[in-house]
């Protein structure tokens, strides 16, 4: 079983980031957009997964006014299905919680049917579907989480 360790994503891991980042989103941030998430914007939670010594992926969260919004979550290609995302994914929904988000939304390619089941599987459910949402002409799926404070 792989063992999967979660830390906070830093600056200093952006070098790392940057270096996968256009292989596998097709609308890839700049290292500008990360730094500023990072280090500049309330209600950020960004999170990075290490699989023994390597970098294996990374996702973060906002919190604003009680919603909580998916913004990134990725797995390096030789680390995929082992259950990286799905361990980010939790402590996204874990953190959005502690921030005070009734609930988590996302949006999600309609052609991208893996990030779909993953989300499917930690209780997403699709709650709607915006055209042309992406700057390739691609339509978004919205998917949403209700979140509950914990006692
Ligand atoms: C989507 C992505 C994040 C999944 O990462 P991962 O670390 O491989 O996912 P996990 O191993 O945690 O998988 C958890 C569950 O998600 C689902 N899943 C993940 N990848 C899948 C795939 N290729 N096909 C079908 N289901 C998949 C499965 O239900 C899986 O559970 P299982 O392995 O027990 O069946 C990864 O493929 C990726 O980085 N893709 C490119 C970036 C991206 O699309 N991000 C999402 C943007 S909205």
């Known amino acids: 079983m792989t063992t999967i360790t979660l830390r906070p994503l830093t600056v200093a891991d952006l070098p790392a980031v940057i270096a996968v980042e256009a292989e596998l989103f097709p609308e890839p941030w700049s290292w500008r957009m990360y730094e500023e998430e990072l280090t500049e914007l309330p209600g950020r939670h960004y999170v990075c997964a290490m699989v023994g010594e390597h970098f294996a992926g990374w996702a973060g969260c906002s919190v604003q006014v009680g919603e909580g919004h998916v913004m990134t979550i990725g797995t390096l290609v030789p680390f995929r299905r082992q259950g990286v995302a799905q361990a980010l994914l939790e ?49 978004a799926l919205v998917m949403m989480r209700a979140l509950e404070a914990t006692p």
């Open 91 to 139: 402590d996204l929904i874990t953190a959005a919680t502690d921030l005070g988000a009734s609930r988590l939304i996302l949006e999600v390619a309609a052609s991208n049917t893996a990030a779909q089941a993953l989300y499917r599987k930690s209780h997403f459910a699709p709650v709607g579907l915006r055209r042309g949402y992406y700057a390739h002409g691609g339509d």
